[in-house]
């Protein structure tokens, strides 16, 4: 999984509840992301950081927040978990984005219930 | 203008035989148009990409066909295998820094 790790692999919280994923990568890449995979819908953007402290929003960001404070980690934070938000969520990184030939890599994801 | 349609959703083949996925466009700004094969619990992995400067791109087994004036791109996998048996997402990038993506569609080969 090029080096990227998500914890916790998976987690059952209550409504209302904060959570919050990390996505931790060895390989230097300027870029990272998230997104959550549900059946229907494939994979829908969360959040990106292209950068330390630079993030901005995908398709599906209500409800989501995420921070990015050194280059190795990416934390997407739900500041009060609904159910909607039951999901695989994925982490990926990639070297420069989408520039020639360089693509995103996957993390192994993180099944999260919210109850 | 930012979907991309994929389909079909599901698709059965036996062995050796060529299944073909096809993908829709909107938006003639997407520059990037990359196939990912996922396996049950496991995270989504590149297997074949095409910028539309090319119509078709090669790689083993598994080919890329794109059409860019009718904005659609396929895949087709040649001489399937059980073990290509897996949910295969297109995507589209709109620009450097993102990719939307398909809605997916898992594959089945029987021996």
């Given at each position: 999984?090029?080096?990227?790790?998500?914890?916790?692999?998976?987690k059952?919280?209550?409504?209302?509840?904060?959570?919050?994923?990390?996505?931790?990568q060895t390989e230097?890449?300027?870029?990272?992301?998230?997104?959550?995979?549900?059946?229907?819908?494939g994979?829908?953007?969360i959040h990106?950081?292209?950068?330390?402290?630079?993030?901005d929003?995908g398709?599906?960001?209500d409800?989501?927040?995420?921070?990015?404070?050194?280059?190795?980690?990416?934390?997407?934070?739900?500041?009060?978990?609904?159910s909607?938000?039951?999901?695989?969520?994925?982490?990926?990184?990639s070297?420069?984005?989408?520039?020639?030939?360089?693509?995103?890599?996957?993390?192994?994801g993180?099944?999260?219930t919210?109850? | 203008?930012?979907?991309?349609?994929?389909?079909?959703?599901?698709?059965?083949?036996?062995k050796?035989?060529?299944?073909i996925?096809?993908?829709?466009y909107e938006?003639?700004?997407f520059?990037y148009?990359?196939w990912?094969?996922?396996?049950?619990?496991k995270?989504p992995?590149?297997l074949?990409?095409?910028?539309?400067?090319?119509?078709?791109?090669?790689?083993g087994?598994?080919?890329?066909?794109f059409n860019k004036?009718?904005?659609?791109?396929?895949?087709?996998?040649m001489?399937?295998?059980?073990?290509?048996s897996a949910?295969y997402?297109?995507?589209?990038?709109?620009?450097?820094?993102?990719l939307?993506?398909g809605t997916?569609t898992?594959?089945q080969v029987f021996p």
């Amino acid at each position: 999984d090029a080096g990227i790790t998500q914890s916790p692999r998976h987690k059952v919280t209550e409504t209302g509840t904060p959570v919050t994923l990390r996505c931790h990568q060895t390989e230097n890449h300027r870029y990272m992301y998230w997104y959550r995979q549900d059946p229907g819908h494939g994979l829908r953007l969360i959040h990106y950081s292209y950068g330390v402290k630079d993030t901005d929003k995908g398709e599906v960001s209500d409800g989501y927040s995420v921070s990015r404070s050194k280059t190795e980690d990416f934390l997407l934070t739900l500041e009060s978990a609904t159910s909607s938000q039951t999901s695989v969520y994925f982490c990926a990184i990639s070297p420069r984005g989408f520039m020639g030939t360089d693509t995103q890599y996957f993390g192994p994801g993180t099944r999260l219930t919210v109850l | 203008q930012q979907q991309v349609k994929q389909s079909p959703q599901s698709l059965i083949v036996q062995k050796g035989g060529i299944p073909i996925i096809n993908c829709a466009y909107e938006n003639t700004a997407f520059d990037y148009f990359p196939w990912y094969q996922q396996f049950p619990g496991k995270g989504p992995a590149l297997l074949i990409a095409i910028r539309p400067d090319v119509s078709e791109k090669k790689e083993g087994r598994f080919t890329i066909s794109f059409n860019k004036s009718a904005k659609q791109f396929s895949l087709h996998i040649m001489d399937s295998q059980p073990g290509d048996s897996a949910t295969y997402f297109c995507a589209a990038s709109p620009n450097t820094d993102k990719l939307i993506f398909g809605t997916g569609t898992r594959l089945q080969v029987f021996p």
